[in-house]
C-alpha cells in the first residue's frame, strides 16, 4: 500500500510539473527544481515555490499526527511558517488539524481498553478512599476505609458480561426433557413389509416423522455450568463495586434496625414504651418496626441516586446489624433484598439499583476482595498478616499520640 501511495504521488507530482511548465513556459534547466518543489508540496503540505502551482493533496495520501509522531519525523507535523504560508496564499492545509482518533476506526488510544467504562469526571484508580457511614435514621457516625485494590478499580464491561454469565449459567435448573424414540412406548414392530405395498418404507410408528414420535435431538437433563477462573470472579466484583461507588449508589450503614438518638430517636422510644405492657418504661433501644418504615427510612438516606430498588447487605443471619428479624421483614419483596457478604454476587449488585451495606459487612468484603486468593505458603502468609496488623496498630497509636499532643 506504501508502494502504491508513493506511485500516485508520483505521477501527481509529474503531471503538476507538465502544468506548471506548459503555463510558465520555463526552461528545461529550471525542470528539475520545479518538480522537487511540486513533491515537496504534495508530501509535506507546505506551499509549492514560485511559479508553480500548489495543488492539494488526495485525502487518502494526507500524513497524520500519529504516524508522524510515532516515526519521529517533525516534517510531516504542521509549523507556523507552514500554517501562515498557506493562510497568506489563500490555501487550506492537507495535514489534518482535526483530531485523527475522531476519523479513525480504531478505539482512541488513551491507554485503556474499548470496554471500560469512562466517567465525566477523573478518578486516581487504585487509591483508598472513605466512606461516611451513617445510621438508619440518617446520623452520621464516622469513616470507613474503601481499600483502593478492591473498590477504586477500572470497571471493565467485558469482565462483567463474563461474570454475569457464570453465575446464569450456574443457577440455571437445566430440567429440559423431551422423549426420543427410544423412550416413547409402542413401535417395536414394522408396521408394514419393506417392499410390494406401494408405501414409503417404514421401521416404526415412533420415527420423529410420524405423530406421535419421538423428538429428534431432543434435550436432556444437564448442567449449564461452565468454569471461569476464580481471580475473573474477583475482578468482576471489585468492578461492580467500583461502578456503584463511581455513580454514586454505595452506602455504608451502622445497623439496618436500631436507631440513634434524636428527635425521631425518642419518638420511637416513646411509642415503644407506650406498647409496653402496663405502660412502664421499657429498656429496649427504638428499632424499625415494620418494612414500610424501613423502605421511608432508606428512600431519605438514599435520596438523590438513581433507581427505587434495593440489595442490603449485613453479616449473615445470626447478625445483630440486621439478621433473621430483618430477613423475615423483606420476604417475598420485589424491590429489596438481603444477603450476607459470602452470598453476594455481581449478579445481585448489578441487579438492584442502590448498594446498602453495613460496617461488619464491608470490613468482611474488603477482606475478601484484598487478600491473595492462592496462598502457597500458608505459613508465611499468616506471618505476614501478624506483622500488617502490628504496623496498622502502631500507625494507630501514633495517630491518637499526635493527635493529643496538639
Known amino acids: 500500500m506504501q508502494l502504491a501511495g508513493a506511485l500516485r504521488a508520483l505521477a501527481g507530482a509529474s503531471a503538476a510539473w507538465r502544468q506548471a511548465t506548459v503555463a510558465a513556459a520555463a526552461a528545461s534547466s529550471n525542470s528539475s527544481s520545479l518538480l522537487g518543489s511540486a513533491v515537496s508540496h504534495l508530501i509535506h503540505g507546505g506551499a509549492a515555490a514560485t511559479g508553480s502551482p500548489a495543488l492539494p493533496l488526495p485525502f487518502g495520501l494526507q500524513p497524520s499526527r500519529r504516524l508522524a509522531a510515532s516515526r519521529g519525523d517533525a516534517s510531516l507535523l504542521p509549523t507556523a511558517s507552514a500554517a501562515d504560508s498557506s493562510s497568506s496564499s489563500g490555501l487550506v492545509s492537507v495535514v489534518r488539524d482535526a483530531d485523527d482518533e475522531a ?38 457516625l464516622g469513616l470507613v476505609r474503601l481499600p483502593g485494590a478492591a473498590f477504586n478499580v477500572p470497571v471493565r464491561l467485558d469482565i462483567l458480561h463474563r461474570v454475569v454469565r457464570y453465575w446464569r449459567a450456574k443457577w440455571q435448573q437445566g430440567t429440559h426433557k423431551a422423549k426420543r424414540r427410544g423412550e416413547v412406548r409402542g413401535g417395536g414392530r414394522k408396521p408394514w413389509p419393506q417392499k410390494k405395498t406401494g408405501r414409503a418404507r417404514q421401521g416404526s410408528i415412533r420415527s420423529p416423522l410420524w405423530k406421535g414420535g419421538g423428538v429428534s435431538h431432543a434435550p436432556l437433563p444437564r448442567s449449564h455450568a461452565h468454569g471461569l477462573p476464580r481471580a475473573v470472579r474477583l475482578l468482576g466484583m471489585r468492578c461492580a463495586l467500583s461502578a456503584k461507588i463511581n455513580e454514586g449508589r454505595f ?55 438513581f433507581g427505587s430498588t434495593w440489595l442490603l447487605v449485613d453479616s449473615g443471619d445470626g447478625g445483630r446489624d440486621g439478621g433473621a428479624r430483618l430477613r423475615k421483614m423483606v420476604k417475598g419483596r420485589v424491590v429489596m433484598e438481603v444477603l450476607a457478604p459470602e452470598q453476594l454476587t455481581v449478579y445481585h449488585v448489578l441487579r438492584y439499583h442502590r448498594l446498602v451495606v453495613t460496617r461488619s459487612a464491608l470490613g468482611a468484603l474488603a477482606e475478601a476482595l484484598t487478600r491473595p486468593h492462592r496462598v502457597n505458603k500458608p505459613v508465611r502468609y499468616a506471618w505476614w498478616l501478624r506483622r500488617k496488623a502490628a504496623l496498622e496498630e502502631a500507625v494507630r497509636e501514633l495517630n491518637e499520640a499526635a493527635a493529643c499532643t496538639q
Not at 112 to 129: N, Q
Open 103 to 140: 476519523m479513525s476506526p480504531h478505539p482512541p488510544t488513551t491507554g485503556s481498553g474499548p470496554l471500560t467504562v469512562r466517567y465525566p469526571f477523573p478518578i486516581e484508580y487504585y487509591k483508598d478512599a472513605e466512606a461516611v457511614v451513617h445510621s438508619i435514621d440518617e446520623q452520621p
Open 251 to 305: 452506602f455504608v450503614v451502622e445497623d439496618f434496625l436500631r436507631l440513634r438518638g434524636g428527635a425521631e430517636g425518642a419518638a420511637a422510644a416513646a411509642a415503644a414504651a407506650a406498647a409496653s405492657p402496663g405502660g412502664g418504661v421499657t429498656s429496649a433501644e427504638p428499632r424499625v418496626r415494620d418494612y414500610n418504615e424501613l423502605k421511608q427510612r432508606l428512600n431519605k438516606l438514599t435520596a438523590g441516586s
